[in-house]
């Protein structure tokens, strides 16, 4: 059974930092597409960052330069590092992998993300 669960959200002020983790089980994520994706209330699905089994990563305009994706392959963990938190940051964020081989991690979309944790809460503050 696949499952993944995050954990490291929480309320922060503006410049601030968090880091997420996603707890990944049940699949070798290293194989595959993997990806933090957040909600923001009324608002659909955004990709945030996305990381292949190279290792190459790619991120959305909008965190480029403040967020990173890394994954620890042994310990089968995802990780999302957060710095210089904006209040547009303010979302449900969740991890995903797409458990087969896709050939363009971000364009894949959401359909093709087929394993998701329930999500974590981040709330930035002005």
């Known amino acids: 059974q696949v499952q993944l669960v995050e954990s490291g959200g929480g309320s922060e002020q503006a410049g601030g930092s968090l880091r997420l983790s996603c707890a990944i089980s049940?699949?070798?994520?290293?194989?595959?597409?993997a990806a933090w994706f957040r909600q923001a209330p009324g608002k659909g699905h955004e990709g945030v960052a996305f990381?292949?089994?190279?290792?190459?990563?790619s991120y959305a305009d909008s965190v480029k330069g403040r967020f990173t994706i890394s994954q620890d392959n042994v310990k089968d963990f995802l990780y999302l590092q957060m710095n210089d938190l904006k209040t547009e940051d303010t979302a449900m964020y969740y991890c995903?992998?797409?458990?087969?081989?896709?050939?363009?991690?971000?364009?894949?979309?959401?359909?093709?993300?087929?394993?998701w944790g329930q999500g974590t809460q981040v709330t930035v503050s002005s």
């Open positions: 995903a992998t797409t458990g087969s081989y896709i050939s363009s991690c971000r364009a894949a979309g959401t359909n093709n993300y087929l394993y």
């Open positions: 990381i292949v089994s190279d290792g190459s990563t």
């Open positions: 049940g699949i070798m994520v290293r194989n595959y597409c």
